[in-house]
């Protein structure tokens, strides 16, 4: 692994700003509601490496959160990252929430279903294995609807639950095991990074977006006056 890492979790309030090294984290702190701005990001960013005694240098990669979660969090953490990486030249891991949440899940889980409310009776699913290199996506990430479960037969929550849904999953009558990760954090993060890192994988700053997943209220209209259009 490399010297140091900065890790954004800006998927979910409060969002967090971290330091790790080989080791894990080392040092983070609180930045809770993001604001529109990326410069909101960039101060606690020096407080935190001049804290720990680190210069931009000492920056081989920077971890960030891409979503699902608040899009306005998710926008500011990618911007500083992208920022970040091209103005100082570390490297860019980006990693979908859904995934760093499975590697935090329970040490003898070897599958999950991740869940996180995507609104609108909404919510999004996606599958998790463990395998000899850790966390791996098994499926692609899906958007369902809630009342689904309403349905005697579904199978769609057969399976161990995790991630910000399940709240609502259980309160549906859904069992979760004990155990389930449900908020995302900086070392679920670390630990995505550490394995992307191993494998020397790398994201193209040009070519990494949030992963939002669903149209937005005004695109949804648009589609509704304009059968058989789309949005660019």
Known sequence: MAKWMVVMQTAETPSVLALA????????????????????????????????????????????????????????????????????????????????????????????????????????MQDFAKGTDGWQAVSALELRFWNELEAPQSSIFSTQLAGPGIGRASAMGVSISPGAPSVPDVAGLWKAGCQRMAQNQYDNPAEVDILYGQPSSAEEQWKKLHPGSQVN
């Open 21 to 124: 090294n080989a080791s894990g984290v080392v040092d983070s702190c609180a930045l809770g509601a993001l604001k529109r701005n990326s410069g909101d990001l960039a101060p606690k960013l020096s407080e935190l490496l001049a804290k720990n005694g680190l210069g931009v240098s000492d920056i081989e990669a920077i971890a960030v959160s891409i979503g699902p979660g608040g899009y306005t969090g998710l926008r500011v953490g990618l911007a500083s990252a992208l920022a970040f990486t091209l103005v100082r030249g570390a490297k860019l891991i980006a990693i979908p929430t859904l995934e760093g949440l499975a590697w935090q899940c329970p040490s003898d889980w070897t599958k999950a279903r991740m869940v996180a409310d995507a609104l609108r009776g909404r919510f999004f």
